[in-house]
């Protein structure tokens, strides 16, 4: 039996739907539970390299179910192993080539747990954050990871909390612009979130009848795609709906890059593919072509139910599994069935993507989506 008496828990990487009711139940079974007590670090590894712990009680933890983000606040930029270098005035030092230089500033987190008696660490988070957690649970923290993305690419695990609520968002936003596509004639291209996973958009694009659905698991080509718009049209269907990953790529392979942020552990951000495909099938078709980019609506506002209940599952068994001294390892859903595997087997791995011959896809094409391809 372990003798955790103090545990801390953190937030890393983008916020997601569902970090709240994770706290949420992390913190309540704790103390009902156990009779633990608990720390929140804030601004997840910016806040653990500074210490910035507060305490948390079962009253910090009231009517925050429906809130969407993070109480207590996230950082996707801080990788403690990897940490850029600045000088006294803030500047980033870089080399002879311009390039930023790094140091490994674990070793100042690492005293801060211990000088705060700090048991067990919880950390939440997305490929990023638990590749920190596997490094901090080598060093010996006894960490306890929990899977967070609304990408749904974390390997060992079906699904992650946040994923539904982002599902819902964006099936939301493929039925609004509907009613514009139907009203004018329009093409109506919807570009969904999910980094190099299409998870996101080919749920959404299903739920949302979507004429096309570009994922960047299958290159498309952008003459496929207007054929089908023309197919379509020439069969009296007037409009389309066109779902493309913020990740999708064309034949040639390549992504659009929205930019390129330095100092982040993951620096490339994808964004703009849903205005070059809306451009490209205007010229293509002969049809008026509109881009919408949902952006960080997806991740914002209130978890749905079955997120706050994955949530609430993740939360229970994390406490559970640090009782049980199970360290290094993270919860996962398989099935439907809570687990918990090593770190080990989740960082490193192929992140999970969409399989071009799976069911969803295969469905998807019998029904006469188009893939691109
Ligand atoms: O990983 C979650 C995610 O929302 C991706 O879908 C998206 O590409 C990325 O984060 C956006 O990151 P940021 O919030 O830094 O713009």
């Given at each position: 039996m372990s003798k955790v008496q103090k545990i801390a828990i953190m937030t890393g990487g983008g916020d997601c739907p569902g970090l709240n009711p994770v706290i949420r139940a992390v913190v309540k079974t704790a103390i009902s539970k156990y009779g633990l007590e608990v720390m929140g670090v804030r601004h997840g590894?910016?806040?653990?390299?500074?210490?910035?712990?507060?305490k948390l009680g079962l009253e910090d933890v009231e009517e925050i179910i429906t809130k969407g983000g993070t109480i207590l606040y996230s950082s996707n930029k801080d990788n403690l192993f990897q940490y850029p270098v600045k000088d006294a005035d803030g500047n980033f030092v870089r080399d002879e080539n311009g390039k930023l230089t790094y140091e490994d500033v674990s070793d100042v987190a690492v005293e801060h747990l211990k000088a705060a008696s700090i048991d067990a660490l919880f950390i939440l988070g997305g490929d990023g954050t638990l590749t920190s957690a596997r490094d901090f649970s080598r060093k010996g923290v006894n960490v306890v990871a929990i899977p967070k993305t609304i990408d749904n690419d974390l390997a060992n695990t079906d699904y992650t909390f946040g994923f539904d609520t982002a599902i819902s968002v964006a099936t939301d936003g493929l039925d609004r612009v509907r009613t514009t596509g139907m009203s004018h004639h329009r093409v109506m291209v919807v570009e969904i979130m999910g980094r190099g996973a299409g998870w996101l958009t080919l749920h959404a694009g299903i739920a949302g009848a979507a004429d096309v659905i570009l994922v960047p698991e299958i290159p498309y080509d952008i003459n496929k795609v207007a054929e089908k718009?023309?197919?379509?049209?020439?069969?009296?269907?007037?409009?389309?709906?066109?779902?493309?990953?913020?990740?999708?790529?064309?034949?040639?392979?390549?992504?659009?890059?929205?930019?390129?942020?330095?100092?982040?552990?993951?620096?490339?951000?994808?964004?703009?593919?849903?205005?070059?495909?809306?451009?490209?099938?205007?010229?293509?078709?002969?049809?008026?072509?509109?881009?919408?980019?949902?952006?960080?609506?997806?991740?914002?506002?209130?978890?749905?139910?079955?997120?706050?209940?994955?949530?609430?599952?993740?939360?229970?068994?994390?406490?559970?599994?640090?009782?049980?001294?199970?360290?290094?390892?993270m919860v996962a859903l398989q099935g439907d069935e809570i687990v918990d595997v090593s770190l080990e087997d989740v960082i490193?791995?192929?992140?999970?993507?969409?399989?071009?011959?799976?069911?969803?896809?295969?469905?998807a094409k019998a029904m006469g989506v188009c893939f691109g391809d």
């Open positions: 590894y910016h806040g653990l390299y500074h210490g910035d712990f507060i718009i023309k197919e379509d049209k020439a069969n009296g269907k007037e409009f389309s709906i066109v779902a493309v990953s913020e990740g999708a790529k064309s034949l040639d392979g390549k992504q659009v890059v929205l930019k390129v942020i330095e100092d982040s552990a993951d620096s490339i951000r994808l964004g703009g593919v849903g205005a070059l495909v809306a451009d490209q099938l205007e010229k293509l078709t002969g049809s008026e072509a509109r881009a919408t980019t949902l952006g960080h609506i997806q991740r914002g506002g209130t978890p749905t139910a079955h997120d706050r209940v994955l949530s609430s599952r993740y939360g229970y068994a994390a406490v559970e599994l640090c009782m049980k001294g199970g360290f290094g390892r490193g791995q192929k992140t999970k993507n969409v399989d071009p011959n799976g069911e969803l896809v295969t469905m």
